[in-house]
C-alpha cells in the first residue's frame, strides 16, 4: 500500500517561495514515476511539473516553466517541488501522485497514477 503525504503549502505574497514536499511509503517509489498537480476552485485538476521514475526527465506545464522545479530524492521517498516567482494565479491545492508504471519518460496523463495525496493549499495574495 502507498501513502503520499503532501507538507509546505501556505500563503505567501506574489513573487515568493514555497517548496512542497511530498513523502512516500511503500518500497516501489524509487521505481515510479511522480508527478504534481494543482486544483483551483471552479477548475479541473492540471498537471504542474511530473518526472520519470528517475527524476532524469522532466515535463513542466508552460504555465510554470522557468518557475518551478520537480526533484526527488529516493534515498528519503521523498519527491519535491520548488515554486519560484509564484503568481496570484498559481493559488490552488497541489496534490503530488505516484505513477502506476517506472516511466522512462514524464507522464502528464493523471488518469495514469494510481496514487494520489490529500493535497496541500498554495494561497498567493497579489
Known amino acids: 500500500q502507498v501513502q503520499l503525504v503532501e507538507s509546505g503549502g501556505g500563503l505567501v505574497q506574489a513573487g515568493g517561495s514555497l517548496r512542497l514536499s511530498c513523502a512516500a511509503s511503500?518500497?516501489?517509489?524509487?521505481?515510479?514515476?511522480m508527478g504534481w498537480f494543482r486544483q483551483a476552485p471552479g477548475k479541473e485538476r492540471e498537471a504542474v511539473a511530473t518526472g520519470n521514475w528517475s527524476g532524469g526527465n522532466t515535463y513542466y506545464a508552460h504555465f510554470v516553466r522557468g518557475r518551478f522545479t520537480i526533484s526527488r530524492d529516493n534515498a528519503k521517498n521523498t519527491v519535491y517541488l520548488q515554486m519560484n516567482s509564484l503568481k496570484h494565479e498559481d493559488t490552488a491545492v497541489y496534490y503530488c501522485?505516484?505513477?502506476?508504471?517506472?516511466?522512462?519518460?514524464?507522464?502528464?496523463?493523471?488518469?495514469?497514477?494510481?496514487?494520489w495525496g490529500q493535497g496541500t493549499q498554495v494561497t498567493v495574495s497579489s
Open positions: 511503500g518500497r516501489s517509489f524509487s521505481n515510479r514515476a
Open positions: 501522485a505516484q505513477h502506476r508504471d517506472r516511466l522512462e519518460y514524464p507522464s502528464s496523463y493523471q488518469y495514469d497514477y494510481g496514487y
